[in-house]
C-alpha cells in the first residue's frame, strides 16, 4: 500500500515540476495582453491540477478494489 502511494507522489511530483518547467519555459506575452493570458494560463493550470487529483482518486479506487481482490484469493 505504501509503495502505491509513494508512486502516485512520484508521479504527481513529476509532473507538476514538468509543468512548471513548461510554464516558465514558454515566452511572455505582450503587454497588452498580459492579464488576459495570465487568467487563462492560471485557469489551465487549475484544470490540469484538478484532472490530475481526479486521475489519481480514480487509480487508487482501482489499486484498492485490485488489492481487495487478490485479498480475497
Same mark, same amino acid.
Given at each position: 500500500?505504501?509503495?502505491? +502511494?509513494?508512486? %502516485? %507522489?512520484?508521479? *504527481?511530483? +513529476?509532473?507538476? =515540476? +514538468?509543468?512548471? #518547467? *513548461?510554464?516558465? @519555459? ?5 503587454? !497588452?495582453? $498580459?492579464? $488576459?493570458?495570465?487568467?487563462? &494560463?492560471?485557469?489551465?493550470? @487549475? $484544470?490540469?491540477?484538478?484532472? =490530475? &487529483?481526479?486521475?489519481?482518486?480514480? !487509480?487508487?479506487? #482501482? #489499486?484498492?478494489?485490485? +488489492? !481487495? ?5
Amino acid at each position: 500500500m505504501r509503495r502505491v +502511494l509513494r508512486s %502516485q %507522489q512520484a508521479i *504527481f511530483a +513529476l509532473l507538476d =515540476a +514538468l509543468t512548471k #518547467a *513548461f510554464l516558465t @519555459s514558454v515566452p511572455e506575452p505582450p503587454a !497588452e495582453a $498580459r492579464e $488576459r493570458m495570465l487568467a487563462v &494560463g492560471r485557469d489551465r493550470y @487549475s $484544470r490540469l491540477m484538478k484532472n =490530475a &487529483g481526479y486521475a489519481m482518486a480514480n !487509480e487508487s479506487r #482501482a #489499486a484498492m478494489q485490485s +488489492l !481487495e481482490a487478490h485479498s480475497d484469493e
